[in-house]
T-cell receptor, first 110, second 114 residues
Framework: EDQVTQSPEALRLQEGESSSLNCSYTVSGLRGLFWYRQDPGKGPEFLFTLYSAGEEKEKERLKATLTKKESFLHITAPKPEDSATYLC???????????FGTGTSLTVIP | ETGVTQTPRHLVMGMTNKKSLKCEQH?????MYWYKQSAKKPLELMFV???????ENNSVPSRFSPECPNSSHLFLHLHTLQPEDSALYLCASSQDWQGVETQYFGPGTRLLVL
């Protein structure tokens, strides 16, 4: 069964304490993997798209990486404004299906 | 207005009411989506429209009825809902349906069914 699993479910970090969020997936054919950030009461905000194993993308304090089984979202020296829920989604073939994880709730403490 | 907008942002309705959610995208995209987001659950894809034609309907109860009059507007008509339908309803759009396309989301409508 195709699915996406994110861990941990929740993460509390001190400001400046780097860490990683995990998104593991089991799909028959990966077409793309997406990372989103969602603030309370708002819609998901697009961060990155990764297409193939070995690919990496960076934006400010965030870096996303992709292997054949999982993706990591690395957060370097986080700030309180990085607090949010981070969602991972996979687009799979056949059928062009989208699968979302349940998210990791990140809290960065000043 | 830019991006994807949704109205209303909050909605409280009784089980016998009829209401509609509206979504508008200003990105020139050809595909639009409705998702349901419930606490502790993954986003559930409800409907997909590509160039105003419905291409996905993921076993959604008939009390939810979508409408796409043009590629910029999407509606979700609601009638005789159940309390378990309370959730955040998200609209999204992407350039196309078939490619590996990033979906851009609106702010959502928080629905409470009493």
């Amino acid at each position: 069964e195709d699915q996406v699993t994110q861990s941990p479910e929740a993460l509390r970090l001190q400001e400046g304490e780097s860490s990683s969020l995990n998104c593991s997936y089991t799909v028959s054919g990966l077409r793309g993997l997406f990372w989103y950030r969602q603030d309370p009461g708002k819609g998901p905000e697009f961060l990155f798209t990764l297409y193939s194993a070995g690919e990496e993308k960076e934006k400010e304090r965030l870096k996303a990486t992709l292997t054949k089984k999982e993706s990591f979202l690395h957060i370097t020296a986080p700030k309180p404004e990085d607090s949010a829920t981070y969602l991972c989604a996979v687009q799979a073939s056949p059928g062009n299906q989208f699968y979302f994880g349940t998210g990791t709730s990140l809290t960065v403490i000043p | 207005e830019t991006g994807v907008t949704q109205t209303p942002r909050h909605l409280v309705m009784g089980m016998t009411n009829k209401k509609s959610l509206k979504c508008e995208q200003h990105l020139g995209h050809n595909a639009m989506y409705w998702y349901k987001q419930s606490a502790k659950k993954p986003l559930e894809l409800m409907f997909v429209y590509s160039l105003e034609e419905r291409v996905e309907n993921n076993s959604v109860p008939s009390r939810f009825s979508p409408e796409c009059p043009n590629s910029s507007h999407l509606f979700l008509h609601l009638h005789t809902l159940q309390p378990e339908d309370s959730a955040l309803y998200l609209c999204a759009s992407s350039q196309d349906w078939q490619g590996v396309e990033t979906q851009y989301f609106g702010p959502g409508t928080r629905l409470l069914v009493l």
